[in-house]
């Protein structure tokens, strides 16, 4: 069983640039859920999506957005990248209504 | 009011100490409940579900208050491996499940 995989691990990003984050969710999975961590700080929650539709939102900007495939992997895009977007970002995955979430090791994202 | 808080420490323990955390959350209609454990500059992993009746899971042990809408985690025997941070986690009610986490509270356990 594999588990949650993110790509980039690290990236830099220029102020304005558009970046896109992949997340491979765990097998038998259909839930995802993408988070913001600042330094010293919990995991901020963005969005959740369930079998490819958004079903839950936080107090993020729409110039994040995503999408969730068949295959139940998914995209976090952001768009005109401000500095207070450097962050952790954390995608996690889950199977049913009341389990824990097991998350990717993350993207590290810089905007210089 | 935050909807999850948490006292961020650092709690600084000596070896073999009972240490316990607390966490409030604000949604009376919340669910579920989880501990994470996150080392640092590492992703959070799933420490254990709090379940209504207490649950124990080896030196960890999870409370949850629903009349004072908080729950709890003891850690007996603190080894050195315990030293990270610990976020609560509280599932959201309603159509989704919607997990909100505390900031984390700092543990550094010491020889």
Not at chain 1, 21 to 35: A, E
Not at chain 1, 76 to 103: H, I, K, P, Q, R
């Amino acid at each position: 069983e594999t588990g949650v995989t993110q790509s980039p691990t690290h990236l830099i990003k220029t102020r304005g640039q558009q970046v896109t984050l992949r997340c491979s969710s765990q097998s038998g999975h259909n839930t995802v859920s993408w988070y913001q961590q600042a330094l010293g700080q919990g995991p901020q929650f963005i969005f959740q999506y369930y079998r490819e539709e958004e079903n839950g939102r936080g107090n993020f900007p729409p110039r994040f957005s995503g999408l969730q495939f068949p295959n139940y992997s998914s995209e976090l895009n952001v768009n005109a990248l401000e500095l207070d977007d450097s962050a952790l970002y954390l995608c996690a995955s889950s199977g049913g209504t009341a389990d824990g979430y097991t998350f990717g090791s993350g993207t590290r994202l810089t905007v210089v | 009011r935050k909807e999850v808080e948490q006292d961020p420490g650092p709690f600084n323990v000596p070896e073999g100490a009972t240490v316990a955390f607390n966490c409030t959350y604000s949604n009376s209609a919340s669910q579920s409940f989880f501990w994470y454990r996150q080392d640092c500059r590492k992703e959070p992993k799933l420490l254990m579900s709090v379940y209504s009746s207490g649950n124990e899971d080896g030196r960890f042990t999870a409370q949850l208050n629903r009349a004072s809408q908080y729950i709890s985690l003891l850690i007996r025997d603190s080894k050195l491996s315990d030293s990270a941070t610990y976020l609560c986690v509280v599932n959201s009610a309603g159509g989704s499940y919607i997990p909100t986490f505390g900031r984390g509270t700092s543990l550094i356990v010491h020889p």
